[in-house]
T-cell receptor, first 112, second 114 residues
Framework: QKEVEQNSGPLSVPEGAIASLNCTYS??????FFWYRQYSGKSPELIMF????GDKEDGRFTAQLNKASQYVSLLIRDSQPSDSATYLC????????????FGKGTHLIIQP | DVKVTQSSRYLVKRTGEKVFLECVQD?????MFWYRQDPGLGLRLIYF???????EKGDIPEGYSVSREKKERFSLILESASTNQTSMYLC?????????????FGEGSRLTVL
């Protein structure tokens, strides 16, 4: 079974520091990679996507992709208490089809 | 704003009952999805649909069926509910396009099967 793996955490980071979230995937043919944020009791919402090797920055968020190592990461700079949430890595594993495969998520806690 | 509306936030059903979960989106999206989310197991894809009357099995379709008679509506059906189908069910939609990836989720339907 094709999988997406994340450390469940919790990952505890002091306010103002960099939070680093990691994800690995098993299908070398995967093309599209996404990070969703889910607050407790809420639905997931997309925060970033990345298709090409390297870094992609959007405000305080940077997604990093290394297809050779089958590794995706999300960096959150200047972490805020409002960043406390579960972060879901998602991969489009189905070739020629939509419908994402999600990791189980990493629970991030930003300590004030 | 895209709005995905799930008809029921909370349902309690008995084992063996037939259960309908309804989902409507208002942004003319081609793709619609049903996921379930369980602690420790994450989000798992049950079924999805690219177009009216089309459906595709996801990773865990057993015990479920779906219906898409209109573009904006995607229904999940549990023919005979069982206790292991107690879960949070999330509907999502997205624009067509391979790997577009931006799923818009509804607020979820928490189903308890007794």
């Amino acid at each position: 079974q094709k999988e997406v793996e994340q450390n469940s955490g919790p990952l505890s980071v002091p306010e103002g520091a960099i939070a680093s979230l990691n994800c690995t995937y098993s299908d070398r043919g995967s093309q599209s990679f996404f990070w969703y944020r889910q607050y407790s009791g809420k639905s997931p919402e997309l925060i970033m996507f990345i298709y090409s090797n390297g870094d992609k920055e959007d405000g305080r968020f940077t997604a990093q992709l290394n297809k050779a190592s089958q590794y995706v990461s999300l960096l959150i700079r200047d972490s805020q208490p409002s960043d406390s949430a579960t972060y879901l890595c998602a991969v489009n594993i189905r070739q020629g089809a939509d419908g994402l495969t999600f990791g189980k998520g990493t629970h991030l806690i930003i300590q004030p | 704003d895209v709005k995905v509306t799930q008809s029921s936030r909370y349902l309690v059903k008995r084992t063996g009952e037939k259960v309908f979960l309804e989902c409507v989106q208002d942004m003319d999206h081609e793709n619609m999805f049903w996921y379930r989310q369980d602690p420790g197991l994450g989000l798992r894809l049950i079924y999805f649909s690219y177009d009216v009357k089309m459906k595709e099995k996801g990773d865990i379709p057993e015990g479920y069926s779906v219906s898409r008679e209109k573009k904006e509506r995607f229904s999940l059906i549990l023919e005979s509910a069982s206790t292991n189908q107690t879960s949070m069910y999330l509907c999502a939609s997205s624009l067509a396009g391979i790997g577009s990836g931006e799923l818009f989720f509804g607020e979820g339907s928490r189903l308890t099967v007794l």
